[in-house]
């Protein structure tokens, strides 16, 4: 049975720095590409990042890229998203989510593409 498991979620002040952890059991890790979603107040869900399969290349939506860093420690399971330099506006609900894939160079942006998802980490960011 797969389960995708997030945490390190909290309450920051704008300017703070928080870091989510996601642990991914039950399935083949290296086959699979790695994202981070949000979902605000009244919001849809947004893509923030995502990982390629085997520790590959990362990708950032433009509201996060340069403060954010996803990264992923393939022996342990886990996939990370180092949020840095947080606004009040980066306040949401966290999913991870897990996406079955072929390609070391590409993750999808699309939530219908992920086959697995977490239940989600609420992250706050005051002003």
């Known amino acids: 049975q797969v389960q995708v498991v997030e945490s390190g979620g909290g309450l920051v002040q704008a300017g703070g720095s928080l870091k989510l952890s996601c642990t991914a059991s039950?399935?083949?890790?290296?086959?699979?590409?790695m994202g981070w979603f949000r979902q605000g107040p009244k919001k849809g869900r947004e893509w923030v990042s995502c990982i390629a399969r085997s520790d590959g290349i990362d990708y950032y939506a433009d509201s996060v890229k340069g403060r954010f860093t996803i990264s992923e420690d393939t022996a342990k399971n886990i996939v990370y998203l180092q949020m840095n330099t947080l606004e009040p506006e980066d306040t949401a609900m966290y999913y991870c989510a897990a996406q079955r894939s072929d390609e070391d160079f590409f993750c999808s942006s699309s939530p219908p593409m992920y086959d697995y998802w977490g239940q989600g980490t609420q992250v706050t960011v005051s002003s």
């Open positions: 039950g399935l083949t890790f290296d086959d699979y590409a």
